[in-house]
């Protein structure tokens, strides 16, 4: 018989401490890093001992990118920085020349094959980010058939609050990723369900389906997910610009279409993207010239291409001209006026105008950054459906 | 107009080095680890040329849990194990003293408030947690009503292949974490659509649902997830073995029978948990004894609990007859021989052994680990629903 005693918090703690592997609870001490103090600075703490030099490094730090911390007796290292504007900022740390995360801040993100800490700066824009007391939609990582490509790919979907209770339809936005994304991108540090939660909650942006595929038309999945195994993700992939992903896409609307409550016409389908994504949301709403009403080019990677390389490719601007000319509801574009691409994209600008193509074009500060590219998607998203 | 020229790799690179935050591409040296050797032994790589002292620790370096790294002349550590029995390990650097992550690595998984890295050995029994080339389920987090905390919370849904084609009705397996995990725990070191998806393509589990909760009803959600924000978790939270958990399980199983095609009945149904998820799991078969057919505890924390916290808690000994009286199809019970629970299992099994219970016992090797969670699971859903 077991015996019933009051529960007490010795035997708690020493489940606690030996429940699960590689736990760290045993620590002599509880650091806490970061805290978001008062005035919104923020402090971080590490303790390392034996180490005789600390930096914190990441946007965090402003301008100068790194900042030296200081060394107390306990061993413990600190920094703290001024007052910060509203953001989601990364962060890691530099323990004698060598990166590490902070280890007391469970909330990592991989971008691409990095790792970095993240914090949340609210009280203004990055409120947008977190979690609100808001209906919240599902995300959702499914598997579709691409027999463009041959294969059976990894895909993310959001779906808004009430998708399941009701039998609606609803239009739907596809999120494309940058160079050396995946699947994963856009809901880690581009927030997109925090975002699309809080702007429909606010009454902003219409309900709609999200979905983020995955633009590496070589992969299967995100790392850990591919059958590939774990693979470490690389900026240089094949196939990755050169027209397969554009000429595959109907493979992903098809699959969206058979499987989701979606009204399947042009004034219900938007298609942007950050950096590589805005080259496939160029080429692919160029190429399907009677698909998306809503086009979205977030500093996008406007470069040269292979004429010959894909059918996509060829006749660019009499395409061009006429998706235009078929019409469409709003083709959108944002950069930052630092970034690298800032000239190719006045470029773009310009052969727009000389077609006569209406477009709103967005410059912001800042350069190629999540930071610019969770801006344009809380611009976007209000505008698409209404 | 937009130059017709050959995408240049040059081009590419360029677009590459800047493209996204914090990308760590310009290192001098690319560095692989780890890297899995023929012989299935595995090397680590660190470079960290000011380092004096740099140690691997975790289940991957066998009994002693240490190892000792050696500096090459280039700055690079490194450490190669024995050849290595097919499992998921984890495994992370002391540099100094200093636990970090091997930054090489991109796969790194959350257990409570500790971050990891993993690394799969194929070849044995590990094959089930790798992504296979088969039908996979879909795996999707959403929110739902909970009445009886005031809140709604996010949960972890697993709907096996063929779930979104077809209008059949399926069986669900609820399956809980153990103390200081949430809702993420299951999916992330437990593997389980890769084991659900490898299990039903092998024939050797029937197509499920499988509900992953978050058993802190003090919680929402996951670190990042909660309203809360980038909270640290801890394993001393309240509400987690008082009761409350299992009164508001009906609102789990409401959620689900009103979301999802599931067959609505015990012969349908099932509920395991491990360590604190294996406490739940007794109590809420045997406080609704007329609801699961199969209930699996998988080193369970049988422990002591307050007799007046909760009705729950009532009527103990009576209750667990009446459980059995209803009858069930399996009761399974998994520990392994040096968990710091054994004893209190073995107690338990006295108690059933009294009331002339029939139950399914399985002593494995190893403690209160997350290896033998994932073989229990691999064990325990082939019976399920037969």
């Known amino acids: 018989m077991i015996k019933k005693i009051v529960f007490g918090l010795l035997l708690l703690a020493s489940l606690g401490s030996t429940a699960q592997e590689n736990l760290n609870f045993n620590a002599k001490k509880e650091i806490t890093s970061p805290e978001i103090n008062t005035d919104k600075s923020v402090t971080f703490r590490l303790m390392a001992p034996n180490a005789t030099k600390v930096e914190v490094q990441g946007d965090i730090i402003g301008a100068a990118g790194m900042a030296t911390m200081k060394k107390q007796a306990d061993g413990v290292w600190t920094y703290t920085t001024g007052p910060l504007k509203s953001e989601l900022y990364s962060y890691s740390f530099l323990v004698d020349g060598l990166k590490t995360v902070d280890a007391n801040n469970v909330y990592q993100i991989r971008d691409v094959a990095s790792v970095v800490n993240v914090v949340i700066i609210g009280g ?4 947008n980010y977190l979690v609100a007391d808001v209906p919240h939609g599902t995300v959702s990582k499914r598997w579709y058939n691409s027999p463009g490509n041959a294969k059976t790919r990894r895909i993310t ?3 808004p609050p009430g998708y399941e209770e009701n039998k609606e339809k609803y239009p739907v936005l596809y999120l494309l990723h940058g160079m050396g994304g995946d699947e994963e991108a856009w809901g880690a540090l581009g927030r997109t369900a925090q975002i699309l939660d809080n702007l429909i909650a606010q009454g902003k942006a219409k309900k709609m389906i999200v979905v983020m595929p995955n633009g590496n038309v070589a992969q299967q999945a ?3 997910e591919d059958i590939k195994g774990l693979y470490k993700p690389t900026m240089q992939l094949p196939n990755t610009m050169d027209g ?3 000429e595959t896409f109907t493979d992903i609307i098809k699959f969206v279409e058979n499987n989701y409550r979606v009204n399947a016409n042009k004034s219900q389908r938007a298609i942007a993207g950050l950096s590589m994504g805005g080259f496939h949301s160029l080429h692919t709403s160029r190429f399907y010239p009677k698909t998306f009403d ?3 080019l977030f500093s996008p990677a406007i470069m040269p291409f292979a004429k010959t390389s894909s059918p996509v490719y060829e006749n ?3 395409t061009l001209k006429k998706q235009f000319d078929n019409g469409l509801k709003l083709y959108w574009i ?4 630092t970034d690298f691409l800032y000239k190719a994209v006045a470029d773009y600008r310009k052969t727009l105008d000389g077609i006569g193509a209406k477009y709103t074009y967005v410059e912001s500060e800042g350069g190629h950054t999540w ?6 998607l809380v611009l976007f998203a209000p505008q698409l459906f209404q």
Chains 1, 2 share one sequence.
Do not use: L, Q
């Open 222 to 224: 995100a790392p850990g």
């Open 157 to 159: 979907i959001y779906t």
């Open 124 to 127: 203004g824009k990055a409120d």
């Open 334 to 337: 944002g950069i930052g006026k």
């Open 316 to 318: 660019f601007d009499t």
């Open 244 to 246: 397969k992903m554009e």
């Open 294 to 296: 809503y086009v979205g």
């Open 371 to 376: 930071s610019n590219w969770r801006d344009y």
